[in-house]
């Protein structure tokens, strides 16, 4: 019986880890397959260009772990947004979440 409560204690971190980074704002993949597939990263508002900024970073280098033969962009442009409740009460507003999307293929 020990044993098994040592296995969940040891889960425990790696769910929260796991939630942590599910709720987090960087680049996430959106879809793979063994060709590539397409990875998104959060538009900030109030900056001027795309290509600047440190969420794409992380997303291109997402992409070079993947693709360590290397890649190929084959389309890039805004996804569908996300539209969340700003607070707790239905009168709350709605914001929406912008995202930028690159769809790649692996060499």
């Known amino acids: 019986m020990k044993s098994a409560n040592r296995r969940g ?11 942590c ?3 987090a704002e960087g680049a996430r993949f959106l ?16 900056r001027q260009s795309i290509y600047a900024s440190p969420f794409r970073a992380e997303a291109l280098h997402m992409i070079e772990e993947r693709c360590p ?22 009168d709350d507003l709605l914001t929406t979440r912008r995202f930028w999307g690159l769809q ?4």
């Open 9 to 19: 204690a040891a889960a425990l971190p790696l769910m929260v880890l796991f939630l």
């Open 21 to 23: 980074t599910a709720c």
């Open 31 to 46: 879809q793979l397959n063994e060709q590539g597939g397409v990875v998104a990263y959060p538009l900030k508002k109030g």
């Open 69 to 90: 033969k290397g890649y190929r962009i084959i389309q890039e442009g805004e996804t569908q947004g996300e539209t969340r409740n700003s607070g707790l009460d239905a």
């Open 104 to 107: 790649f293929r692996c060499k």
